[in-house]
């Protein structure tokens, strides 16, 4: 029985970039030695252990066989005589296909260290076209290194769009799409991501929205200026209106943070700046983003609507303003009603008009 060091963590060792986790696998052993030797079994579709210690998964050497359509469709072949090198075999990419021994040698049977040293993103075998979440992990990857100069082997690229075009997509479950768009979101340039499932017709199967707005170019500028990923996914739909907002952000199960931003930039966007020309229009828009209530998503719209603007001196201004509207308005209470003994509707008319009056002493 032998451990490797596989996957990420070779890649990233390699290059000397930082990485989180460390992936394991077994050649030679038994689900029941794995056991006996004190490992806890957690795979539930192949044979997956986390180690007593360090609790990193440890998976036994395996093969795949492709048996139905998706990313779930395969017969899954794990036994001590799989060789190293048939499982790496199965991997998406040469530069994911290595692995790495006890004395620190690296085992490369697929050539992914000439691959990392030309920058290129290159399918390890024709198995590659099997699984269509490939499109979404290459996508990924050539947007997490773009900054390094990597780019995708036109040959490989080819292999996307005969993925996209057998219609393999449709059959990817919408919550793992949504985990890869996340994890591009996270990247250095997620724009990249977006272009690269353009490029193989992907993006109009998974977001068609996209092809014929500005968002990709909108995630660009202001993606150097928020680490946010929620002010990111609300960058990229900021163009569109707040109906397919809402229908996208439904569709992709997106969480609550990033659904509820997007929903507000496209609301105060497009009406931002007429608003802060009119006490009674910038109260409004302080409502619609429940800015008197909550500090969240209030402060994730300032965020977005700088970074789209790329940090320019006239958004902070304009921002700016708009955060001190908003604190303005907030000076007024129920308190400061107490003895008119107005309640209900009445009280509630005469808090926003006392509100409004206040704004008219921060807007210009």
């Known amino acids: 029985m032998k451990s490797f060091l596989v996957g990420g963590a070779v890649r990233d060792t390699l290059l000397g970039y930082p990485f989180h986790e460390k992936d394991w696998v077994v050649v030679g052993a038994t689900p029941a030695e794995m056991i006996e030797a004190g490992y806890t079994q ?10 007593p210690d360090s609790k990193e998964e440890y998976a036994l050497a395996r093969t795949e066989r492709k048996s139905g359509p998706g990313y779930h469709g395969f017969v899954v072949h794990a036994d001590p005589a799989v060789t190293l090198e048939e499982d790496l075999e199965r991997r998406d990419l040469t530069i994911n296909a290595m692995a790495m021994d006890a004395s ?8 992914g260290q000439q691959d990392l040293a030309d920058r290129v993103l290159r399918h390890v075998s024709p198995h590659f076209v ?14 997490r290194y773009h900054h390094l100069g ?44 977006f272009h690269t499932l353009a490029d193989c017709q992907a993006l109009a199967v998974l977001l068609p929205e996209l092809s014929v707005s500005q968002g990709i170019a909108a995630l660009a500028r202001a993606a150097p200026h928020t680490p946010r990923l929620d002010c990111r996914w609300a960058s990229l739909l900021s163009d569109l209106p707040e109906a397919r907002v809402k229908a996208i952000n439904q569709h992709l199960k997106v969480p609550n943070a990033y659904s509820l931003l997007a929903t507000r930039i496209s609301v105060a966007r497009p009406t931002l700046k007429t ?3 009119n006490a009674s229009e910038c109260m ?15 402060e994730g719209v300032c965020e977005t609507l700088i970074a789209l603007e790329q940090n320019s001196d006239e958004a902070n201004t304009t921002i700016e303003l708009l955060r001190n ?15 008119s003994r107005l309640t209900g509707p009445d009280l509630g ?7 409004i009056e206040q704004l008219r002493e921060v807007l210009p």
């Open 275 to 277: 608003a802060l020309k």
């Open 325 to 339: 509207a908003c604190k303005q308005a907030r000076t007024v209470t129920a308190a400061d009603f107490t003895e």
């Open 349 to 355: 008319a005469a808090i926003e008009a006392a509100r």
């Open 284 to 298: 409004v828009l302080i409502k619609l983003l429940d800015a008197l209530r909550r500090d969240e998503p209030f």
């Open 42 to 51: 957690v795979g539930r579709d192949f044979p997956v252990f986390l180690h």
């Open 130 to 143: 099997e699984d269509p979440l490939r499109v979404l992990r290459v996508a990924r990857f050539a947007a």
């Open 150 to 193: 990597f780019t995708i082997a036109p040959e490989t690229a080819a292999l996307l769009s005969q993925i996209v075009a057998a219609d393999e997509l449709p059959h990817l479950s919408i919550e793992r799409v949504w985990v890869e768009i996340e994890k591009a979101l996270g990247t250095t340039h997620p724009e990249v991501f």
């Open 104 to 111: 620190g040698d690296i085992i490369d049977p697929y050539h």
